[in-house]
């Protein structure tokens, strides 16, 4: 084989630079001990804030209900048309904010699901790391027991 032959790939490569490089290492963990919490507590928060989103909703629906049925009871029909317009735009809003709020609780969920999966990448790098000077201090003892 020649010298100028390369017998790594650019993936060992890669997987090298994670080992080699621990300030690195303690830099992301840190940062992800920062963001975590944040993350979880913003999830709480939105969570929350979509449930009350959703009660809100259902009682402006029964609002809307209610006041159709009032309106069609009373002979000389008073004019709700722009309560019922205005509380038909207050459902609107309250629609959107949940679109709204949906959209970012997916994105706090593909963030958790990235930090889980590097965190893993990190637990099995870790593992790497220790098993292979386990590997090198047993080459040195032959099969008689004796360190060569």
Known sequence: MDDTESTTTSADENTGNLCDNPTRDTLAEGLLGL?????DQLDDRVRITRISQLELKQQ??????ELLKVREALN???DLDPYVKKLIA?????????????????RLNEIRRMINKEKSV???VTETTIQEPEQSTSSFV???GCIN
């Open 35 to 39: 963001l975590k919490p944040t993350v």
């Open 90 to 106: 207050c459902k609107h809003k309250v629609t959107v904010v949940l679109n709204v709020l949906q959209a970012s609780q997916d």
């Open 60 to 65: 402006i629906e029964s609002l809307n209900e």
């Open 142 to 144: 032959s099969d008689s």
């Open 76 to 78: 000389n029909h008073p």
């Open 122 to 124: 990190r637990t099995a």
